[in-house]
């Protein structure tokens, strides 16, 4: 695990220009806007190269890229899904789905990590496939974790609880783990034991009751 906390990083690809203000070739100006989880499964479903919506309750949150006013990205954030990463305080990019505009994927990986710092997380994490180049999350300024990982669906434990997973064709390829680090976690975290009340308990919407 990397222990360089919160040290300062490039900006990311979409907004940097050179000297005399003129953006890279390529370049265009893009901004973030909230949207709904919904709105971006949707779009994850349209333009996906090969995952589908992100599986219910995962999810936390959403943002999406605009040029101009048009959509040409989002990005899901949400808890993290190996068990090991899920520590209470750190969130995981679980999709990103971009049309075909130059540095839409680096922009949506330095948005959500300034969101999930923002947020009061600890890190903020996100895998990529081998066969990837990576390219987005160097240019957000992300570090290269760990290569050469197994998805549970690549070994015998994804066969246990009676899981069965429709192979698709990236499933026999090892993905990259890429994080960004604000700081160490600091233990379990205690949640009161509250009992909720009972819906015939709660008061008239309205009333003030």
Not at 6 to 29: I, L, M, T
Not at 42 to 59: C, I, L, M, S
Not at 89 to 118: G, M, Q, Y
Not at 169 to 189: C, L, M, N, S
Request: with cysteine; proline share 7%; hydrophobic share 35%.
């Amino acid at each position: 695990m990397s222990n360089h906390y919160d040290r300062p990083r490039p900006e990311s690809s979409a907004s940097v220009s050179d000297r005399r203000g003129v953006k890279p070739h390529g370049a265009v100006r893009l901004s973030a806007v909230a949207c709904t989880v919904a709105k971006a499964q949707r779009f994850v479903r349209a333009v996906h190269r090969h995952h589908g919506p992100v599986p219910g309750g995962y999810a936390y949150w959403a943002i999406a890229a605009l040029s101009g006013r048009s959509v040409v990205g989002v990005a899901i954030v949400g808890r993290p899904t190996n068990r090991n990463s899920d520590d209470g305080e750190t969130v995981e990019v679980l999709r990103i789905a971009a049309l075909d505009v130059p540095n839409v994927c680096s922009f949506l990986l330095a948005t959500c990590a300034r969101t999930a710092k923002a947020a009061g997380c600890a890190s903020i994490i996100t895998y990529t496939l081998e066969t990837e180049s990576g390219d987005s999350p160097k240019a957000a300024g992300w570090d290269r974790e760990a290569d050469g990982i197994v998805s549970w669906w690549q070994h015998s434990s994804g066969a246990e609880n009676g899981r069965i997973v429709k192979p698709r064709a990236h499933y026999d390829v090892r993905k990259v783990r890429w994080a960004r680090r604000f700081r160490p976690t600091g233990g379990p975290i205690v949640w009161p034991e509250v009992e909720p009340p009972c819906m015939g308990e709660l008061p008239l919407f309205g009333t003030g009751q």
